[in-house]
């Protein structure tokens, strides 16, 4: 069977010449990055030719860029540092972070008092600059600001910048989860003041298990792993020399043909909007994910019938999508995200599906998801049609 793959939201394949490049670090480039002799030399210079491109590319300092496992261990990082080193008291986030953010953030409020605060999103997913300003003028307690840049799951996009200067102005700290917009979007954070910031390199078609965290310099963060002295004392541990070389070589395709790619993906989003329009009417897209305002890679459909085995059916056609976040797939009930912003009527009755593309999927490939999917919803369709004419 030909199968298609349309959930690049919770990773994407791996290009070809990361691979090689990987293949080539295996073989030819073991030794130890903290070594002394020409072994351990050649693996750190390709660890710092990376960092080099990475901070050239975010427009800071390479010693801005501390390489970790991926995402998750990032924002678990920068938001257990700012609590236990640099005097958090109050954390201002929102129902939509990922529950990497979500489940540090409750353990912060659990361990060591914090205060918790949640900016509510409106039923399209958009939060309220206007409220997080007046959160932020009435605390004297030291606070860190956590929001996601572009949501996993529905694709609204932050203002990084407005957030970043309204956090300057009140003396707050502001971490954004980037997982979904870094390699994918032009971040310059020499413009926008953000403290902290994540990055996976699956998401860009780099290996599982690299990552790095943006670390403002001066910031005063402190490591959660320690044992060692690599990453500048904020992650011990020897490096991943491999996966982080495959980091590099997928953010440096990524970046110098962002354009390209960008464009290419957009057409297939909105190709995709379009056929769904057409085949399904009555159907709805969540959040901003049909809208110029969300993240180009993803598009969440609400389909007018409920059949919370469609992800299982679909795959059984061959094809792969999402029916909310990769971190919470096998769970029966809705995500925090979905459960934020739909009303209860949507909840009961409706079908939530995340479909995010990359710039390998084709228009041939949504056709297949539009056939695939009339194929498993027509009972539905027909079981819907006959009780409303009941």
């Not at 290419?264 to 809208?291: L, M, Q, R």
């Not at 061959?318 to 029966?332: E, H, K």
């Not at 939530?352 to 919803?377: G, N, Q």
Request: aromatic letters at 6%.
């Amino acid at each position: 069977m030909e199968k298609v793959y349309l959930d690049n939201a919770a990773t994407t394949p791996l290009n070809e010449e990361v691979i090689d490049a990987m293949v080539s670090v295996l073989r030819d480039n073991y030794g130890n990055p903290s070594s002394t002799h020409s072994f351990g030399q050649e693996a750190k210079t390709l660890l710092e030719e990376v960092r080099r491109k990475i901070a050239e590319a975010l427009r800071v300092t390479p010693g801005e860029i501390v390489f970790t496992s991926c995402g998750t261990e990032s924002n678990n990082m920068i938001i257990k540092s700012c609590v236990n080193y640099l005097g958090v008291q109050r954390i201002i986030t929102s129902p939509l972070e990922h529950k990497c953010v979500a489940e540090t953030c409750l353990e912060m409020k659990r361990l060591n008092g914090v205060e918790l605060v949640y900016l509510r999103p409106d039923n399209k997913a958009n939060l309220s600059l206007e409220k997080l300003e007046e959160l932020l003028q009435n605390s004297e307690k030291k606070t860190l600001v956590t929001l996601m840049h572009a949501n996993n799951e529905v694709g609204n996009l932050l203002d990084l910048e407005k957030v970043a200067e309204l956090c300057k102005k009140y003396d707050a700290l502001f971490h954004s989860d980037t997982v979904q917009t870094m390699a994918h979007l032009d971040l310059d954070f020499s413009k926008i003041p953000v403290d902290f910031a994540s990055c996976s390199a699956h998401k860009f078609h780099g290996p599982k298990g690299s990552g790095f965290a943006f670390v403002r310099k001066a910031s005063g963060l402190k490591g959660i792993i320690t044992g060692g002295p690599q990453e500048r004392s904020l992650r011990a541990g020897t490096e991943n020399v491999c996966g982080i070389v495959g980091l590099g070589k997928a953010w440096e395709l990524s970046i110098d043909n962002m354009s390209e790619y960008s464009s290419h993906i957009k057409d297939i989003k909105n190709y995709c909007k379009s056929e769904i329009e057409k085949n399904f009417p009555e159907a709805k897209f969540n959040g901003e994910s049909a809208t110029e305002n969300s993240l180009y890679t993803v598009l969440n459909i609400l389909l007018p019938f409920k059949n919370p085995l469609i992800g299982l059916q679909l795959d059984m056609q061959g094809v792969a999508i999402s029916q909310g976040s990769a971190c919470s797939s096998g769970a029966a009930k809705p995500s925090m995200v979905l459960m934020s912003i739909l009303d209860e009527e949507e909840l009961e009755n409706c079908t939530p599906l995340r479909v995010s593309f990359s710039h390998y999927t084709t228009k041939a490939d949504i056709d297949k998801f539009i056939s695939a999917l009339k194929e498993v919803s027509k009972d539905f369709i027909i079981e819907k049609q006959n009780t409303e004419h009941r």
